[in-house]
């Protein structure tokens, strides 16, 4: 344990949010990307190992990554309209700004394996009961939090305003964006997978058919993001081409808002 699960490239990508942030703010375009050099990921446990510290801290920072994604999508939305942009400096600005969201896009990935690094058996014997009743209320998710209802508000938004401003960087940079969001997807089926998603109900969904539900937590994961992916690229685009087949499929799943998990 430690960070055992991460490799070298993703504790990096854990911090290049942050960086792509202050960069920014400082007046980068971030055109060239710039990879945040930091010492090794170490590769031992601390004395005193808390897995449920880790799992709330771990989440704590997952959310405030969260809310980086969320900033670089509304300064993308908030860049003026080619149509008034002579010198393209609309387009340069959207273009900056959804590099930084895809870079917080690929930090909450790294994030959400970190937080999950410890045994399977600690998240059943410690974990899961903590996010059980009495210690919470029945059916609670990380997907019922504002900042996550926030950003796949803004999804159909983004939708409209990618397939407006077409080909050209600010076109590029929202393919990085989607691919960033696949590669998060990934990471919590990953996760869901390892602590025994791929066979068992999430507590959302068990708890929204009272026990009933034999649906493993990873196809409703899975369903979950092939429809978030259709609302967020738009059809005959590069951004759509930029989602595997084998993620996107052939057509989203109506039903898969009542299985969250």
């Known amino acids: 344990m430690g960070v055992s699960i991460l490799d070298p490239v993703e504790w990096q990508e854990m911090f290049a949010g942050l960086d792509a942030l202050l960069r920014y ?6 055109k060239e990307g710039v990879p945040v050099v930091l010492r090794p990921a170490p590769r031992h ?6 897995p449920e510290r880790r799992w709330l801290v771990g989440h704590q920072l997952f959310f405030a990554l969260l809310q980086g994604v969320i900033v670089g999508l509304n300064c993308y939305l908030e860049a003026g309209s080619a149509a008034d942009d002579p010198d393209d400096e609309a387009a340069a600005d959207a273009d900056a700004a959804v590099r930084v969201a895809a870079a917080f896009m690929r930090s ?8 999950s690094d410890f045994g399977p058996v600690d998240y059943d014997t ?9 210690a919470v209320r029945e059916g609670f998710s990380g997907l019922q939090t504002r900042d ?3 950003l796949i508000s803004l999804f159909a938004r983004l939708r409209a305003t990618a397939a407006a401003r077409g080909e050209g960087p600010a076109g590029e940079a929202f393919e990085q964006f989607v691919e960033a969001t696949v590669t998060a997807y990934e990471a919590h089926k990953f996760i869901c997978a390892r602590f025994g998603g791929d066979v068992l109900p ?3 969904m068990a708890a929204a058919s009272r026990g009933r539900s034999t649906q493993a937590g990873i196809t409703a994961l899975r369903q979950l993001m092939r429809a978030r992916l259709f609302a967020l690229t738009p059809e005959g685009t590069p951004a759509r081409a930029a989602v ?3 993620v996107l499929g052939s057509t989203p799943s109506v039903q898969t808002d009542r299985s969250e998990i």
């Not at 446990?45 to 808390?50: C, I, V």
């Not at 410690?126 to 009495?134: F, V």
């Open 126 to 134: 410690r974990i899961r009961p903590a996010m059980s009743p009495p």
């Open 202 to 204: 999430s507590l959302r």
């Open 25 to 30: 703010a400082s007046g980068d375009r971030l």
């Open 108 to 115: 909450s990935a790294a994030a959400i394996k970190f937080t």
């Open 148 to 150: 996550h209802a926030h």
């Open 45 to 50: 446990a601390l004395a005193g190992y808390d």
């Open 244 to 246: 595997p087949t084998s």
